[in-house]
């Protein structure tokens, strides 16, 4: 059933016209699932289910590689996830972020999921350190499109340019990604957006993107789910059911939320039963 609707929505005071690539809609299962669906924003706010237990990830390979690579490629991602949930539990989780120029004032609440955590002043300088040395859960926050990533320097130019191409070569290492980066979600069906990208790397688990202009705007509220040992699809669930009443740019930043990878997995590994709401 698509519905490629046009509508209004509001952002930083401007009112534009535009379509939005969401999972939400989905979330109730009242419609037949198809990837390639553009939702509009009256369609998910009048279908969406506030009280829905069921979660939405996609582990999808299926652009990436020929069928030999494809196969390799979900046996390493299920045998990674077994080893997460069967683990002893993680209380000491490795946390690394990129916080690019136009955001080091903000978003830094991923501090708060670990006692120490490692900051780097260029996304290169991530992806090298962190192949050699993996972490649990990193932040990057940078300017990007559907498969590029754009770095600024100290004068806010775009000053670097990482496509996923480079994140294929780079092989950062990492369990889950928070990606603050426009339309790294984004389906283009041609070949891997970031997201998915990020997801082929040898350990990855889970990333959260957006497949449009904004992401995760409440950062404190999803780590502190993740903190208390909730799943990465319950946080994400709750924190999406709790901003669609809120205001104009708190919505439209994170209605185009999407999360790659399995999303009943924790930040701190083990399977224990999550807590009632």
Request: glycine share 4%; charged share 25%; proline share 3%.
């Amino acid at each position: 059933m698509k519905k490629p609707w046009d509508f209004k929505l509001k952002s930083y005071g401007e009112t534009k016209k535009t379509q939005v690539q969401s999972v939400l809609p989905l979330i109730n299962l009242n419609y037949d699932f198809n990837e390639k669906e553009i939702f509009s924003l009256e369609d998910i706010t009048n279908t969406f289910v506030y009280d829905s237990k069921t979660w939405v990830g996609s582990i999808n390979f299926e652009s990436s590689r020929e069928l030999n690579d494809k196969i390799k490629l979900y046996c390493s991602y299920f045998s990674n996830n077994l080893a997460h949930r069967t683990c002893q539990k993680n209380k000491n989780v490795k946390v690394a972020a990129f916080i690019d120029n136009d955001w080091l004032k903000y978003y830094q609440d991923y501090k708060d999921l670990s006692e120490t955590t490692i900051d780097f002043k260029k996304l290169i300088d991530f992806f090298r350190y962190s192949s050699k040395n993996p972490q649990d859960f990193t932040k990057i926050a940078i300017h990007s499109e559907s498969h590029t990533h754009h770095e600024e320097d100290d004068n806010q130019n775009f000053s670097t340019t990482l496509t996923t191409g480079d994140v294929l070569v780079e092989h950062p290492k990492s369990k889950f990604y928070n990606l603050y980066a426009c339309s790294a979600g984004l389906r283009t069906y041609d070949y891997p957006n970031l997201a998915q990208t990020y997801l082929e790397l040898p350990i990855t688990q889970g990333v959260l993107s957006s497949t449009i202009t904004g992401s995760l705007i409440a950062d404190n509220l999803f780590y502190r789910y993740l903190r208390f040992g909730y799943s990465f699809g319950t946080a994400y669930l709750n924190v999406m059911k709790r901003s669609l009443p809120s205001s104009d740019h708190g919505f439209s930043m994170q209605i185009g939320l999407v999360y790659y990878g399995d999303p009943t997995l924790k930040l701190h590994g083990c399977d224990e039963k999550e807590k009632s709401n």
